[in-house]
């Protein structure tokens, strides 16, 4: 009885730390919008940026950690200027976004969430329950680095090389 009740939290735990390497279907299909509000899909976005590599930072402008950690970010931007830094805001307010990537100088692809980031089929997929939280995308379009939230992550640095 010890045994199976071993194999199977082995088997739940195993489940949980899964790293998925590509989007679901669901998560693809989910709106966003850019900064001059035109609506526009995770797969569109991603589609557009095919055959790079990019660095996704799912950030809002009223997150204080996002904040702070954006000066890795720009770190990073200077150590990997090829690589597409795409910032998702889960900002509901969309003046405050705009107002946030203004005071902020962030530079790069922005696009807005506008359901949060409690609700929808993207931010589900990710299980976000913190933010920033960072993942890189493949010259392939799998996921790399499926989560860190600091962006001073090694992990980062690792898959961006």
Known sequence: MKKILLIFIILVSSCTFEKPTEFSELALKEKAYTVSNEQIS??????????????????????????????????LQKQYPEVVFLFLSVDKNKRAWKNGIAKFGITGEHYNLPKGMKDGDFVDFLNLSWIPRYLVISEQGKIKLFKATKASDANIVEALK
């Open 42 to 75: 995770i797969q569109e976005i991603l589609n557009k940026y095919k055959g790079k590599k990019i660095l996704i930072d799912v950030w809002a402008s009223w997150c204080g950690d996002c904040i702070k950690g954006l000066r890795s970010v720009k770190n």
